[in-house]
């Protein structure tokens, strides 16, 4: 069994793939600046937003840890009221690969590790999964590495060694994860996750489907008009009207925005904080 956290999956599967060795991409997810150590981000939802869909998933309430190459190293996300959810941790060897990853699911009171290695010259990666909830069983991935030796083909294995599922990733051709197809074991495409930049490798567009036991169609698009931050969020679910809502920022000295607020119809539906600490 491999646990997942309970995070919204177009974020999850982000993570997995920028936490691989893209030094550079783990800032630009959230458009930040500078030599950053560390990033709080508390939101505020106001009256207005009992009639949103959904804010943008990078907005909600989490803590993160970068070291100083800029990799994240440490994820925690929150219930609302400031509840502890999730506590991810990830280490690096000396080639920039991930070696160990620990997620606690903090009320569940489990702790999932990971721990990889890679044989680069055959483009291959494996990685041994215990959990706390099963001291004394294993499970498995096996990773195929593309040209650019991020992960392209994710195998899972379950602890009697039953392949419980697959996920097929590509990339854009600046490294950045373009789609995330994810199989069951019976090879039936049950999810799939889209991303779309810019020239200036911003998202555009993400595009988030689901075909289980139910089906689910969710997609975000941002809008950019002068500089680096997109100035309208627009949200559709299923076949409900899209939802478009106007950005505004407050910026710090380093030029990375320390407030945001939706606008709905002209109304503030939520603010977000954003408090940032440097090296």
Not at 150 to 155: K, Q, R
Not at 261 to 273: C, H, K, P, V
Request: glycine share 4%.
């Amino acid at each position: 069994m491999i646990i997942l956290p309970k995070m919204k999956p177009y974020i999850l599967f982000l993570f997995y793939a920028i936490c691989w060795g893209q030094n550079e991409k783990h800032q630009q997810v959230y458009q930040l600046q500078g030599n950053v150590k560390s990033l709080t981000i508390s939101q505020s939802k106001l009256p207005k937003a009992a009639e949103a869909l959904s804010f943008d998933s990078l907005d909600d309430d989490q803590f993160l840890l970068f070291d100083k190459k800029g990799r994240i190293t440490e994820l925690d996300t929150y219930f609302r009221g400031r509840q502890p959810k999730t506590i991810q941790k990830w280490t690096y060897d000396d080639k920039n690969h991930i070696s160990k990853e620990v997620l606690e699911l903090v009320p569940e009171k489990l702790t999932q590790t990971t721990s990889y290695t890679y044989d680069d010259k055959q483009k291959k990666a494996s990685a041994t999964i215990t959990s706390t909830g099963f001291p004394n069983k294993k499970s498995k991935m096996v990773i195929s590495l593309g040209d650019n030796l991020l992960p392209s083909e994710i195998l899972a294995y379950n602890f009697e060694g039953k392949l419980e599922g697959k996920r097929a990733l590509k990339y854009s051709k600046n490294g950045f994860l373009a789609e995330s197809l994810s199989y069951d074991d019976k090879n039936k495409l049950v999810h799939s996750i889209s991303y779309e930049y810019d020239n200036k490798n911003r998202f555009t567009k993400i595009d988030n489907r689901v075909n289980r036991t139910y089906e689910l169609h969710f997609s975000t698009k941002y809008l950019y008009e002068k500089g680096l931050f997109p100035t309208k969020y627009i949200v559709t679910s299923g076949e409900e009207p899209s939802q478009t809502f106007t950005l505004k920022y407050k910026f710090d000295s380093k030029g990375n925005w320390i407030e945001k607020t939706y606008f709905l119809d002209g109304e503030a539906a939520a603010t977000i904080e954003r408090e940032i600490t440097y090296y």
